[in-house]
């Protein structure tokens, strides 16, 4: 069975940087693409940034380049989110999706607070 | 950069009725259009891409249409597990989803 096994819930003061994990099982990284997409409280959904296959880069969204890095252990089958300089506007759920351009397999989410 | 909006931002339906949320494009997406459900405190469930292929495990009931910048998903009799939010996501530049549609029950 294939799952994605995000990293617990995380606060941070304003300023910080976070980094996300998320785990793959009954699959290997390798074999997937990962993005990830956030989802601000009663809000809807953003995508933050990805891997190209084509161009075997990870490509970010204009809004999160600069402050984010997408990087993966392929040893461990662990993909990471860190998003630095950290306001208030970040507080979200973060989820890692997969499988292609279009997102067939999520995480669960992992809620980050921004607050002082 | 494509922006994807989506109408109604809320929808009133009875069960067993038939609901038709709408998603438009800034620009051609071609068929390269993903429809998602999400519940609350839930992760969002894939439902369609390709713009009409139903994903793995999805009931008929979920029908998705249109092509270049508009497109219908169309769930046709409301059961009690569908009253949820709805997205529609373009794929065919950086992925990019639309506002949402919520479906309430009437």
């Known amino acids: 069975q294939v799952q994605l096994v995000q990293s617990g819930a995380e606060v941070k003061k304003p300023g910080a940087s976070v980094k996300v994990s998320c785990k793959v099982s009954?699959?290997?990284?390798?074999?997937?693409?990962m993005h990830w997409v956030r989802q601000a409280p009663g809000k809807g959904l953003e995508w933050m940034g990805g891997f190209d296959p084509e161009d075997g880069e990870t490509i970010y969204a204009q809004k999160f380049q600069g402050r984010v890095t997408m990087t993966e252990d392929t040893s461990t089958d662990t993909a990471y989110m860190e998003l630095s300089s950290l306001r208030s506007e970040d507080t979200a759920v973060y989820y890692c999706a997969t499988k292609g351009w279009y997102f067939d397999l999520w995480g669960r989410g992992t809620l980050v607070t921004v607050s002082s | 950069e494509i922006v994807m909006t989506q109408s109604p931002a809320t929808l009133s339906v009875s069960p067993g009725e038939r609901a038709t949320l709408s998603c438009r494009a800034s620009q051609s997406v071609s068929s390269n259009l993903a429809w998602y459900q999400q519940k609350p405190g839930q992760a969002p469930r894939l439902l369609i891409y390709?713009?009409?292929t139903r994903a793995t495990g999805i009931p008929a009931r979920f029908s998705g249409s249109g092509s270049g910048t508009e497109f219908t998903l169309t769930i046709s009799s409301l059961q009690s597990e569908d009253f949820a939010v709805y997205y529609c996501q373009q794929y065919n530049n950086w992925p990019a989803f639309g506002g949402g549609t919520k479906v309430e029950i009437k």
């Open positions: 390709g713009a009409s």
């Open positions: 009954g699959y290997t990284l390798t074999e997937l693409s």
